[in-house]
């Protein structure tokens, strides 16, 4: 199985997506802040309206240390007080005056003292004064889910250390006004709308700390009777969730699944689907999940929800700074994308996300770890030995963003370095027509530089075009471009985008993936590898990959790969399938029929060829084995993204002829 013709082309687009054209957030500063701790201490930040931030942080390592509270102004350069708590907090709230409802966590597990649990509302003027104190569980270990508070600074609790009710409302002196019993579930978290006429409790069935095997999270409502409880499966399972529910009473849902493909969803009073919408799936593989800290509302229902998917490239619109590895993204109450940018300066630590409140005319607190490049805007009063970075956004219909803010390899959606030669994708908006356009190629005529008026250049050479559409365009790499850096630049309807100078590697590995896990494979009988048709015992499988680097035939741009002899790779490529010994994860090398350039393909697709006895069992339900592709270049060997195929589970187990060594 030497050659094997295939459509890349539906792999290698994206449809586009709509925008409204009159909403932009432009970036007021960037400045050293704190160590954002989410995951101990859930959402770290709130702003009042004001537009002042607080900010909730841990006062040392320890995890039973207690918390440290800060108010800081809204031009970010100035610490109002800050505050040593006497003890660690559990979960808590800022209201829209700078209200201050926190709820101390009860002692560690093992501990056999009695620890009554209060909510206490503390003095916005300097954060230790406090206005009222109310006791919500007179002793024992108890859990709180959740705490939320509506504009007039009522504050709801749901929890099992509540009051036998477990959902309650304290009145603005902080008595206990209201109980709403039958709740059907143990609740995890609660969000009420800002008048708190619309209660929300998100949970999963019988369980109290985290879901049970295989449940759905719900979502229970408080009924107009504000006595009973409507039930609702939100449209897309979920295992993680931030919860908000809008002016209107939608509740608004930010959520993983079990595999990592992260969903925003809308739903109305009635459980009705507003929308719901893929935020990034496992082609753009995801190490962290949302929570509460991730999502807020505007008061016109605009979702902003944050995350985080290391070096993976993912669509952009009115980005402000170009690839990194954080980003926020706003949807209108139907679901439109009104802007997706990337975060500069930040970076997060799984399973960490970057955390956002929004403050006074809809400006923006986004919290996150300082990426080590980061060049603040502005000095702020914190430390750079302080971890954090804090930026600060506000509507701005003239902000300076970036048209172009990726180049991707369009195999991996990695954003590293690009290899001459290689299939790489662009992001941003505006690039292109709003309608994609689908460029094709003869072996006599190599795919074209322009498509639909959109034309790309890296250092001035022109790039053949497999697709053009206004939010991404797929090209390749000219075999010209040397490095160490390349311009790459967007012309469309002669109207030249900003620039991105972007490093080059002599070689750039990445092998296509159907998912960002699973191989796009071809078995030997040229039919698809999948779940429910693996590859047989003993047979051959076909991969493909990019950027291995330049080929013997010198090629033109854009040309397909013909005629008799192939030409072949410059760089030895070698395949490996990665295996755990003891407690060590080594890599044997796997044998290959070929590897080389694929036939009738765009000259920098590679094929590799394979006998699937040599990489071991691998059952659909196993996942199958795992593989990589090694690159050598002059300077080094160069290693793909792992991925994996699916094997018949009767195979042979793998046969080692050289010794492994150690997986980078």
Known sequence: MRRVAFVWLTLL???????????RLGLNYTEW?????????????????????????????????????????????TILWQNTLAFRVQVW?????????????????TSPVVFPFVIEKLSAADGTTVLWKTLLSDGGIGYVASLAVDASGR???????CRPECVVRLNTSGAIDATFPNLPTQPISIAVDPSGSDVVIGSYPNSVFGPAPNAPYILVRLAPDQATWLTVTPQRQITHAGLAVAPNGDAVLYGSDASGNRSLQRIDRTGGSVFS???????????????????VLDAAGNAYITGYTGPFGIPTRNSVAPCGTTWMNVYAPDGTILQTTYLPGATSTPPANPVIALGSDSGLF?????DPTLRPTQDGPFPQLAGGVLLNFSPNASAQTLPLACVASAYTFSNGAVAPGEMVALYGNSLGPLQGIVAGATPLSPFPTEAGGVEVTFDGVPAPLMWAQDSQINAAVPWSVAGPTTQVCVTYNQVRTNCLTWPVAPAAPGVLTVDGTFAVAVNQDGTLNSASNPASPNSIVAIFATGLGPISSSPADGALVTGSPLPVNTFPVTLEVLMAIGFNLAAFPVPTTYAGPAPFQIAGTS???????????????????????RVQTPSGAVSSNSFRIYVAATAAQPVVRRAPHEAH
């Open 366 to 370: 986004v919290a996150a770890t300082a």
């Open 33 to 77: 802040g704190p160590t954002i701790d989410q995951v101990r201490q859930k959402a770290n930040i709130a702003s009042d309206s004001s537009g002042a931030l607080y900010i909730l942080s841990f006062c040392t390592s320890d995890f039973f240390s207690p918390s440290c509270l800060t108010k800081l102004a809204a031009d970010g350069k």
């Open 607 to 629: 094929q590799i060829n394979f006998n699937v006895s040599y990489v071991g069992l691998g059952t659909p339900a196993a996942g199958g084995p795992t593989l990589l592709l």
């Open 13 to 23: 687009t994206v449809p586009p997506f709509a925008a409204a054209a009159d909403f």
């Open 93 to 109: 709230a800022v209201d829209p005056n700078g209200g201050i409802y926190v709820i101390p966590a009860g002692p560690p597990s």
């Open 277 to 295: 919408n893929t935020v990034l799936s496992q082609t753009s593989p995801v190490w962290t999940v949302p929570a509460a800290g991730a999502l």
């Open 155 to 161: 504050a709801f609790i749901a929890g099992s250390a």
